[in-house]
């Protein structure tokens, strides 16, 4: 079946730097990826949508610059978390959508720590 | 506006036991409802899910669950639990996938 491939599975980082974090659909092409995140004990917030060659989404109260997507091509979307800090630690997730929209496929995660 | 309550946010159960898990939904119109599990650390796996036909839906892993339209419910069971089901359960109702709206969440522990 389909799968998405997230990567890293596990970052830490001092507090300044910038992270990025890979998902890939590794037998469909995805022309939309979606980004989550995840806080201890509480569900998955959407923050944005990643559109292939164009300009992402963000949902309201997420910033756009200090989230950067790129989905370059159909296979691939990141996030880049620049000038991280401590209160961007969380777990992130992103996913991708089938054709249709009836089934979404999740990656295993990305645990980013900002010391 | 579309939103999802998880009732219960602990269950424990002892292996074997049969298990339900609650889910009611608010939406304007028949939605996709979704049921997903969570292992620590992982993202999330697709249980089932239900837009149309049959209101009784069956998933992997032994999981079943039923769409009530009348109660606004899309509860999820199993008839015997193993041990390794023990996880985050999400709920998510939604015009598709990605539109989706996800509940808080059920941790289910499974006692030996």
């Known amino acids: 079946g389909a799968v998405v491939s997230q990567h890293p599975s596990r970052v830490i980082c001092k507090s300044g730097t910038s992270v990025k974090i890979e998902c890939r659909s590794l037998?469909?092409?995805?022309?939309?990826m979606f980004w989550y995140r995840q806080f201890p004990k509480q569900s998955l917030m959407l923050m944005a949508t990643?559109?292939?060659?164009?300009?992402?989404?963000?949902e309201q109260g997420v910033e756009k610059d200090k989230f950067l997507i790129n989905h370059a091509s159909l296979t691939l979307s990141t996030l880049t978390v620049t000038s991280a800090h401590p209160e961007d630690s969380s777990f992130y997730i992103c996913?991708?959508?089938?054709?249709?929209?009836?089934?979404?496929?999740f990656g295993a995660g990305t645990r980013l720590s900002v010391l | 506006a579309q939103s999802v309550t998880q009732p219960d946010i602990h269950i424990t159960v002892s292996e074997g036991a049969s298990l339900e898990l609650r889910c009611n939904y608010s939406?304007?119109?028949?939605?996709?409802l979704f049921w997903y599990v969570q292992s620590p650390g992982q993202g999330l796996q697709l249980l089932l899910k239900?837009?149309?036909?049959?209101?009784l839906v069956q998933g992997i892993k032994g999981f079943e669950a039923e769409f009530k339209r009348s109660q606004s419910s899309f509860n999820l069971r199993k008839p015997s639990v193993h041990w390794s089901d023990a996880a985050e359960y999400f709920c998510?109702?939604?015009?598709?996938?990605?539109?989706?709206?996800f509940g808080d969440g059920t941790t289910l522990t499974v006692k030996p």
């Open positions: 037998d469909f092409q995805a022309t939309t």
């Open positions: 939406y304007g119109a028949t939605p996709y």
């Open positions: 998510a109702v939604g015009a598709r996938a990605s539109k989706s709206t």
């Open positions: 996913s991708a959508e089938t054709t249709g929209g009836s089934i979404q496929y």
């Open positions: 990643s559109n292939e060659g164009s300009k992402a989404t963000y």
């Open positions: 239900y837009f149309s036909g049959d209101t």
